[in-house]
């Protein structure tokens, strides 16, 4: 038996960054809005309450923010001949659950795209010809420009109380900054984080080889500060647990932090926890949703009628929905057709582990989750490709998210992995070593896409979602190319010893260690149906009052964390849904 409830103007699905960022700007409308997560109710205090929050054991190991994927999970296959196989304990990325979503767990690395990044695909052409553009890969251009988007990078920045150093504020390049930015209106609205020994010796190596270091830009607040919607933000001390654990002094950037304690004020819109929602549901016509079907905490199947439906959920839920609702046409790799499951990417990451005398201190342990230095000289379209014979790049950094006793004692491959051994190896580096990483773009490929499992089902016998994907020749040579830049940093910097951690060109994608949650694309932007699933203001094309947010609607991944370009293009939808839609219902862009 269904449950169904009283009409209301809007349903959000989904209650991480985008989600409440979307409650948040359309609450002065005085629409009735509900909100519905999956997971539970999560709050700064008691939830993330030092000294309960400080458990790596809990919350690093044991994952207590994930999804739980005994009850649902996705299939993994390499490709499209293989059998897909479940993806039964959590490794290569890590799906937040919960209030706040992947919004709690992050580290804070905070990016704007490059003007490339967004035009990828006109500029590789425009740059090379499109003779350069392997013919199995779908890179194309978001739908929008970098001008358009500005003023939400701002204002999402300004939410998070955003700590770095500018780079390029209307045409005029900074010291300090990123001299390859794209041009900003404004500075950061707090300073940087403070700077590490190893970034020190990072930054002296990287200038010493003609590169330009600078700060990671950073969802860590380093001062006084109260945001765009009157929330007072902490300061960040340093204590090392940002990397999936919630803050507890208000400090890294999330939806507790930034935007609920504003968004409770608002008495016309209600949060749902325990409901996960399991199908848009539609009227006669097929173009038109009429509300979702979620089950709530006593395992009951409720309708909550709406008029406009917006999918907030994450990168893989939002795609799963879509085709267990019917909404878009399924992907097809065989004929390349529809919409729906196309352009998959992931993140290409790889590094070097290395190691110092024990004169020399690190200190890991005193540390934010964006505490280091980057270079950007071989990211996007920073740096001549012809004859190189891949697309796309990798920033080049030091980075130190903390010391934590389980996951993060770095030591020597050869080294014992317990007892004495071990216990003189941990004693000898703990201190003494860092690491330099690179994170990469991945571009998407025909045969790189999302589907329904036509085996495998979840708790409530619905088709799990099946990912078919691998790494491909263009992403091996980058990754290739850039390990050869850290490794001459590397040498720079004079470790007594140093590791290698990229891979080779015979590697295949793996799910067991972890890599980034950065999964993209399935529900891409575009400035077409038949390229995309979404329109520039995240509207459906098949079903106007459906619109789905976050980093599905990538169509490519860049190398630069997705947060950035997640928060803006969802307050760009909002200002679309409040100023366009709103007045006017029906599509904001005609096909």
């Not at 109710?41 to 999804?67: C, M, N, S, V």
């Not at 010391?403 to 941990?426: E, N």
């Not at 850039?482 to 060109?505: C, D, L, Q, W």
Request: glycine share 10%; charged share 20%.
């Amino acid at each position: 038996m269904e449950i169904k409830k009283d009409p209301v103007d809007i349903v959000i699905v989904g209650f991480g960054w985008t989600g409440s960022l979307m409650a948040m700007e359309l609450a002065n409308t005085g629409l009735k809005i509900v909100a519905l997560e999956r997971g539970e109710k999560r709050d700064t205090y008691p939830d993330f309450a030092y000294p309960r929050i400080a458990d790596e054991l809990t919350y690093g190991i044991r994952l207590k923010l994930f999804q739980n994927i005994s009850g649902e999970t996705i299939t993994v296959r390499h490709k499209q001949s293989d059998t897909a196989l479940p993806y039964r304990r959590l490794g290569s990325f890590l799906p937040g659950n919960g209030v706040g979503g992947a919004g709690v767990h992050w580290n804070g690395m905070l990016w704007r795209p490059l003007h490339a990044d967004i035009k990828m695909r006109s500029t590789v052409i425009e740059k090379y010809g499109a003779d350069f553009i392997p013919s199995d890969m779908t890179v194309q251009d978001y739908p929008f420009s970098y001008e358009e988007m500005e003023p939400y990078f701002d204002k999402f920045e300004k939410i998070c109380g955003t700590s770095g150093q500018a780079g390029n504020i209307n045409g005029k390049i900074l010291d300090g900054g990123n001299p390859f930015e794209s041009e900003r209106k404004n500075p950061y609205p707090t300073k940087p984080l403070k700077m590490q020994y190893s970034s020190i010796l990072f930054n002296e190596a990287a200038k010493s080889l003609g590169y330009h270091p600078f700060p990671t830009p950073s969802a860590n607040c380093t001062e006084p500060y109260v945001n765009p919607y009157g929330v007072q933000l902490g300061v960040c001390n340093y204590c090392g647990y940002c990397e999936r654990f919630g803050c507890f002094n208000y400090s890294k950037a999330s939806p507790q932090a930034c935007v609920l304690p504003a968004l409770r004020q608002h008495k016309n819109i209600e949060l749902r926890t325990n409901s996960h929602v399991v199908q848009v549901n539609m009227d006669s016509t097929g173009k038109k949703a009429t509300g979702v079907t979620y089950i709530d905490s006593h395992g009951q199947r409720v309708v909550q009628p709406a008029d406009l439906v917006i999918l907030s959920a994450f990168q893989l839920h939002n795609v799963r929905l879509l085709l267990l609702s019917n909404i878009g046409k399924p992907y097809n790799p065989t004929t390349g057709e529809g919409v729906v499951g196309r352009n998959f990417a992931y993140q290409m990451n790889g590094g070097v582990t290395l190691f110092y005398d024990q004169n020399q201190f690190m200190n890991p342990f005193a540390a934010a989750g964006c505490t280091g230095s980057f270079i950007d000289n071989y990211n996007a379209e920073n740096f001549d490709h012809s004859q190189l014979g891949f697309i796309g790049g990798s920033t080049i950094s030091t980075t130190t998210s903390g010391g934590r006793p389980i996951q993060q004692m770095t030591i020597p491959k050869d080294s014992p992995t317990w007892g004495t051994g071990w216990k003189k190896a941990i004693k000898e580096n703990y201190l003494h070593s860092m690491h330099i990483g690179a994170s990469g773009s991945v571009m998407p490929y025909k045969q790189c896409y999302l589907d329904l499992d036509p085996t495998y089902q979840d708790k409530h016998g619905l088709p799990l979602l099946r990912m078919t994907f691998d790494w491909q020749p263009n992403e091996l040579k980058m990754t290739s190319f850039v390990g050869s830049k850290a490794e001459e940093i590397t040498k720079r910097m004079n470790p007594k010893h140093y590791e290698m951690g990229f891979m080779s060109m015979d590697a295949h994608y793996d799910v067991r260690p972890y890599q980034s949650t950065h999964t993209t694309g399935g529900a891409v932007m575009g400035d077409s149906p038949q390229n995309s699933v979404v329109n520039k203001y995240m509207q459906t094309w098949d079903v106007p009052n459906v619109f789905v947010l976050g980093a599905c609607c990538f169509p490519q991944n860049l190398a630069y964390n997705p947060t950035g370009i997640v928060g803006a293009t969802a307050l760009f939808a909002a200002n679309a849904i409040r100023e366009l839609y709103l007045p006017n219902p029906g599509p904001l862009v005609q096909a």
